[in-house]
């Protein structure tokens, strides 16, 4: 299992970064995938979660209104769209499938891959 998330940097509040996460090893095309965020010393926390088909998104109250998920399934790939950022939206960005129901979705693999890593200046 690869999970190869892309697409971080540095940018000032109010900005635009879109994120991109590369999957191999996994049946991508079956799996509900999500878009995590970690903060340094802090627990890995859920931003958002698509459904297999693209039908239902979901999406953490910090970030509802300025973050956007989609996915590709044709390239094995989900973004995350993110708009009017804050710094305290600065973090570490992981992606990962998922298993069970929002808010309540746990990631399925272990291997988290290094992930992306989003500043946001004031």
């Known amino acids: 299992v690869q999970l190869q998330a892309s697409g971080g940097g540095l940018v000032q509040a109010g900005g635009s970064l879109t994120l991109s996460c590369a999957a191999s090893g996994i049946l991508f095309g079956t799996r509900r995938m999500g878009w995590y965020r970690q903060v340094s010393g802090k627990q890995r926390e859920v931003v958002a979660s698509i459904s297999s088909g693209s039908t239902t998104t979901n999406y953490a109250d910090a970030v509802k209104g300025r973050f956007t998920i989609s996915r590709d399934n044709a390239k094995r790939t989900v973004y995350l769209h993110m708009t009017r950022l804050k710094p305290e939206d600065t973090a570490v960005y992981y992606c990962?499938?998922?298993?069970?129901?929002?808010?309540?979705?746990?990631?399925?693999?272990?291997?988290w891959g290094q992930g992306t890593l989003v500043t946001v200046s004031s």
């Open positions: 990962n499938a998922l298993r069970g129901s929002w808010p309540d979705e746990r990631q399925i693999y272990d291997n």
